[in-house]
Every structure is written in C-alpha cells, then in structure tokens.
C-alpha cells in the first residue's frame, strides 16, 4: 500500500526567504506526485504534479517540486516566499494513471512572516 | 469551467436529522471522489466513483453514510442519522487522469 509522510507540521519561513516543504512517499511501482496547497476556508488547489521526465517540476504561484528516485521525496520548493503563500501544503501520491488511488499526506502548515 | 460544485456550503443540523451533501464535477470527467476533513484526522477518503459505478466505499465510516452518483453530472452524499462527531468540511473532487480537482467544500455541522 502506499503511503505518503510530511514530516514537518508547521514550517516558518521569512519573507523573501526560500521555503521547502518536505515530502516522502511509499508506493509499488512507478509513482504519480502532487502537490496541493489549501486556503482558509477553500478547497483545495492543485498545484503542479510529477509523471515522468523531468526530475524538476513547475508549477503554480512559483513553486516548484523535485522528484528523487532514490530517496523516495519530492519536496516543495519556492525561491522567495511571500506572505501570501501562507496556508496548507499537501502532498499526495498515487500509482495508478487513473487517479484513483489517491493518498495523501497529512499536511505542513506553511506560515511566511513578514 | 465553473469547477467543481458544492451545495450546500454550509450546513448546521441537530442530532439525529437527515443530510444531503450535493456535489456536481467538471463536465467530462470521469471519476467522482468524497472526503472528509476533520483536525483531528485530516483529510479521509470516503467512497469513490468511476463512470458513476462506486469502485471504493472502504472510507465509508458506517452504515450512516451513503452515496449515489445517478449521472455523470451529479453525485450526493447522504447521513442519516447524523450525529455530532460527523462534523466535518466534506469535500467533493472530480478527475479526468491522474489530476483531481477539489470543491469548496460543505462546512457540515451537528449539534
């Protein structure tokens, strides 16, 4: 079965600052990555995905994610972090090209201070 | 696209009453998922639709829970009775490939 840790609840970054938020997962096969983030009170929000090819994925709002094989992680990335990129990160993992195996992590907290 | 469609947004309901959570996916597609976000547990799968057929209820908590998706355009997620530890924000998503696309979710509270 897959599963998916994000071991860190809360990371605090300054503004202006590069974040990470970290990402590890388990699953059979060849992996299908994601990242999520969610606003207060919203839903959530794709953000960009790994499928293959490029080990370095772009996505939304700046962020980009790197996919390493063999330490099973694809972490979150951002250069300079803004205040507004505050909210709740998720990662997310499935093996099936169909999505329908979804697992996902149990969330990092990301707080930009000004 | 309008996205994802959930009504209602928020629901407050006592103890023991019916709820209807209503969901409606991007047109064309496919699969139809239903999730749970609490603090204590975060976010649960629930059940999941491929081509409106339930192909995964595994995440249905109890016999309280069910859920029906008649047409490609609509889904609903039903608790009855309710009770108070089903407050939650339940979230409806909908995919094509490998991509799921979330609602705003129903803010479901049981007195």
């Known amino acids: 079965a897959q599963s998916v840790a994000q071991p860190e609840d809360q990371v605090n970054v300054a503004e202006g600052n590069p974040l990470t938020v970290k990402c590890t997962y388990s699953?059979?096969?060849?992996?299908?990555l994601f990242w999520y983030v969610q606003y207060p009170n919203r839903g959530l929000q794709f953000l960009l995905k790994?499928?293959?090819?490029?080990?370095l994925v772009k996505g939304s709002y700046g962020f980009e994610a790197e996919f390493n094989k063999s330490q099973t992680s694809f972490h979150l990335k951002k250069p300079s972090a803004l205040v507004s990129d505050s909210a709740l990160y998720f990662c997310?993992?499935?093996?099936?090209?169909?999505?329908?195996?979804?697992?996902f992590g149990p969330g990092t907290r990301l707080s930009v201070l000004p | 696209d309008a996205g994802v469609i959930q009504s209602p947004r928020h629901e407050v309901t006592e103890m023991g009453q019916e709820v209807t959570l209503r969901c409606k996916p991007i047109?064309?597609?496919?699969?139809l998922f239903w999730y749970r976000q609490t603090m204590m547990r975060g976010l649960e799968l629930l059940i999941y639709f491929n081509n409106n057929v339930p192909i995964d209820d595994s995440g249905m908590p109890e016999d309280r829970f069910s859920a029906k998706m008649p047409n490609a355009s609509f889904s609903t997620l039903k608790i009855q009775p309710s009770e108070p530890r089903d407050s939650a924000v339940y979230f409806c998503?909908?995919?094509?490939?490998?991509?799921?696309?979330f609602g705003p979710g129903t803010r479901l509270l049981v007195l």
């Open positions: 790994y499928i293959t090819g490029d080990n």
């Open positions: 699953v059979s096969g060849n992996p299908y």
């Open positions: 997310a993992v499935t093996p099936d090209n169909y999505g329908q195996n979804f697992v």
């Open positions: 047109s064309g597609h496919n699969s």
């Open positions: 998503a909908s995919s094509l490939s490998q991509t799921q696309y």
